[in-house]
Structure formats: C-alpha cells, structure tokens
C-alpha cells in the first residue's frame, strides 16, 4: 500500500516520508482525527513502507506479497489491536449471540499479547509494527499497562495509536508519542472522490461530502437518498406542528422519543437547517450550504424569520441536543422542544 493510495494529509504523510527517508522515525505516533479520515490507511502506508520488499519514494510497493499481507491485515510482524466489535475478521467466526457480547473496549489480555509480541525478532520483515486501532477504547488498566511498553521500546518495533479522541488517552501515553492530527478533507476534493467512486451526481457528492464533515469513510458509506428523505421528513414535521393543539403536539412528541437516537438525529438536522439559513442570508451561495437541494426552503425566508429569530432557534436546538446527552428524559426534551417552535 504506497502513500499515493491515500486521499489528502500531504503534509503528514510528507513528514512520515521524510523520517523514513532519514532513519528518523519516533519510535511511537498517535494519529488522530475524525473517524473515516484516513488515519488507518496511513497506518497500514506507514508498516508497508517500512517492510516491503522493494520500498521506494513513495513507500511501500503495494504489489509485493509484505504489502498485500498488510493491507489484507495477516503480516506477521504487523499486529492491529481493536475492540472485539470492531474487528470484522474477529465477528466473521463469532455466532451471533457471541458477537452481541463482542467487548466495546480494549482489554488488557490483548495488551499483554501485543507486547509479547512485540518482544520477539521480526519472522518476515525489518520491524515490527504494533497499531492500536481505537486506541481510546483502552480502559485504564490497559493505558497503564501500555505504557510501559512506550517508556521501554522494543528496538526493532514501531507503535502506531489511532483515535478521534486523543483527550480520552493519559496524558502519560500522550507524551510519549509523536502527535500527527489528520484535518478533515475540503469538501471539494471530497466530492470529487465521491462522485468518481461512487457514480453519483455532482449535487449528491456534493450533499455526502458536507454531511460527512471532511471523512472519506463516512461519505462513502453514507445513504444519501435515506439522508435527503430525512431533511423532507423533518420540513414536513416543522410545517405540521403550526396546525396542531398541544394535546395532539404531546402526542407526537411521545412518540417521536421512544427513539431517542433518532430524536437526536431530528436535532441535528434542525441545527444544520438553521445554519443553512445564516449562511445563506450572510452570503446568499447556496453552494456553501449543507443540503444544496434545499435553497428554497432557506431564501424565501419571510421578514418575521430574521436573524433573531433564527439565533433563539439555533439556541433552542443547541440546548435540546445538551439535554440529551445529559441523559435528560427524551419525551421532556420533545415535548418542550415542539411545544416552542409551533408557538412561534
């Protein structure tokens, strides 16, 4: 897997190039940014560089068997640590009762493997490389058994830490490392990725790449027809509640929080819109908006709908999506929620 396989973060792949070249890598990196940015990708660049069989400028070759084993994830001097649930080779031999009980976190047995592998001679290649993919969801005994591998190396070994939460790992663990963050695409480049991968139209590409906040990952595997069924779903429920009694206004609140994710999708699409509207009242280029698709619904804004107004609904939305993360009642955080925007 050579580095031109990836999409964006020149200068960090830049700087892993450049430590290659030199024999200067740190001896252990955290990679973080947004999920589906790149950061795994850059990973498996960096073990391949540094075990293929015919290496380059641009790193590994990406045809040798040492390049196609670590992109396939089975060298054996490249070992990748994940949650149980996110490791798909791991849930493929798990019956279904058995993944449902897949752990969440990295646990410390799989730490102490790792490290014991570490300890031992590379068998096929010239280092071994540890990745901790998700490297946040090591609870606290596992960071504090890792890190005495940080403060003591192996000498032939190169440790990789992958995260979107770097703030979640000990500061100790955090220090030790040498820290490259992966900054969301542009959404230019991404839409172009986006329509030359999956065949769509300039404005669905356009639409993924903005609600995908700058991850290639997420764009791609985003529906963008369930998405834009969503945005109808939400402007039809906005225009409904100006019609109804409050006793009627409860009852749909009661039943839109029995599901409380999808209640906080119903907020976050409500933020987006009202950011739409101040964009587009600031700059009137609907090509700077979330949902292009949607330009009607945010320039035909009658004159009661100003600025003010649009500010106290950002705020009231904003407040709902805190609420809801504070494990307030759903249905408390609904009803007052519909309650105020058919008031107005």
């Given at each position: 897997?050579?580095?031109?396989?990836?999409?964006?973060?020149?200068?960090?792949?830049?700087?892993?190039?450049?430590?290659?070249?030199?024999?200067?890598?740190?001896?252990?990196?955290?990679?973080?940014?947004?999920?589906?940015?790149?950061?795994?990708?850059?990973?498996?660049?960096?073990?391949?560089?540094?075990?293929?069989?015919?290496?380059?400028?641009?790193?590994?070759?990406?045809?040798?068997?040492?390049?196609?084993?670590?992109?396939?994830?089975?060298?054996?001097?490249?070992?990748?640590?994940?949650?149980?649930?996110?490791?798909?080779?791991?849930?493929a031999t798990l019956s279904s009762k058995e993944a449902e009980k897949a752990?969440?976190?990295?646990?410390?047995?799989?730490?102490?493997?790792?490290?014991?592998?570490?300890?031992?001679?590379?068998?096929?290649?010239?280092?071994?490389?540890?990745?901790?993919?998700?490297?946040?969801?090591?609870?606290?005994?596992?960071?504090?058994?890792?890190?005495?591998?940080?403060?003591?190396?192996?000498?032939?070994?190169?440790?990789?830490?992958?995260?979107?939460?770097?703030?979640?790992?000990?500061?100790?663990?955090?220090?030790?490392?040498?820290?490259?963050?992966?900054?969301?695409?542009?959404?230019?480049?991404l839409a172009g990725v986006i329509r030359e991968k999956r065949g769509l139209?300039?404005?669905?590409?356009?639409?993924?790449?903005?609600?995908?906040?700058?991850?290639?990952?997420?764009?791609?595997?985003?529906?963008?027809?369930?998405?834009?069924?969503?945005?109808?779903?939400?402007?039809?429920?906005?225009?409904?509640?100006?019609?109804?009694?409050?006793?009627?206004?409860?009852?749909?609140?009661?039943?839109?929080?029995?599901?409380?994710?999808?209640?906080?999708?119903?907020?976050?699409?409500?933020?987006?819109?009202?950011?739409?509207?101040?964009?587009?009242?600031?700059?009137?280029?609907?090509?700077?908006?979330?949902?292009?698709?949607?330009?009607?619904?945010?320039?035909?804004?009658?004159?009661?709908?100003?600025?003010?107004?649009?500010?106290?609904?950002?705020?009231?939305?904003?407040?709902?999506?805190?609420?809801?993360?504070?494990?307030?009642?759903?249905?408390?955080?609904?009803?007052?929620?519909?309650?105020?925007?058919?008031?107005?």
């Amino acid at each position: 897997m050579p580095f031109s396989s990836i999409i964006g973060h020149d200068r960090q792949i830049d700087i892993l190039k450049r430590a290659l070249a030199n024999n200067a890598l740190a001896h252990a990196y955290l990679f973080s940014g947004e999920q589906g940015i790149g950061k795994r990708l850059t990973a498996y660049a960096l073990a391949a560089a540094l075990n293929c069989e015919a290496p380059g400028d641009g790193g590994g070759c990406g045809v040798c068997p040492a390049c196609r084993k670590v992109s396939g994830g089975i060298h054996p001097d490249v070992r990748i640590v994940m949650p149980e649930s996110r490791d798909e080779q791991l849930l493929a031999t798990l019956s279904s009762k058995e993944a449902e009980k897949a752990s969440d976190e990295i646990k410390i047995d799989q730490i102490r493997r790792a490290q014991d592998s570490l300890s031992l001679k590379p068998s096929e290649g010239r280092k071994k490389v540890l990745i901790v993919d998700g490297a946040d969801t090591m609870n606290e005994a596992s960071q504090n058994a890792f890190l005495k591998t940080l403060e003591e190396p192996p000498g032939d070994s190169l440790i990789i830490l992958i995260t979107a939460m770097p703030q979640s790992l000990l500061p100790t663990i955090r220090s030790r490392c040498q820290a490259l963050a992966f900054q969301p695409l542009p959404r230019q480049i991404l839409a172009g990725v986006i329509r030359e991968k999956r065949g769509l139209s300039e404005d669905d590409a356009w639409f993924a790449a903005a609600l995908s906040r700058g991850s290639i990952g997420r764009a791609l595997a985003m529906d963008v027809q369930e998405e834009k069924a969503e945005r109808a779903r939400f402007v039809a429920l906005c225009e409904g509640l100006a019609g109804m009694r409050d006793d009627e206004i409860l009852a749909l609140a009661d039943g839109i929080a029995r599901d409380r994710d999808g209640f906080g999708r119903i907020i976050d699409i409500g933020i987006e819109r009202l950011r739409d509207r101040l964009v587009f009242q600031e700059t009137a280029d609907d090509r700077l908006l979330v949902f292009a698709g949607d330009v009607e619904g945010v320039e035909g804004v009658p004159p009661r709908f100003a600025r003010e107004r649009v500010l106290r609904d950002m705020e009231l939305f904003i407040q709902c999506r805190t609420l809801l993360e504070r494990r307030v009642s759903a249905l408390l955080v609904a009803e007052n929620l519909f309650l105020k925007l058919a008031r107005t």
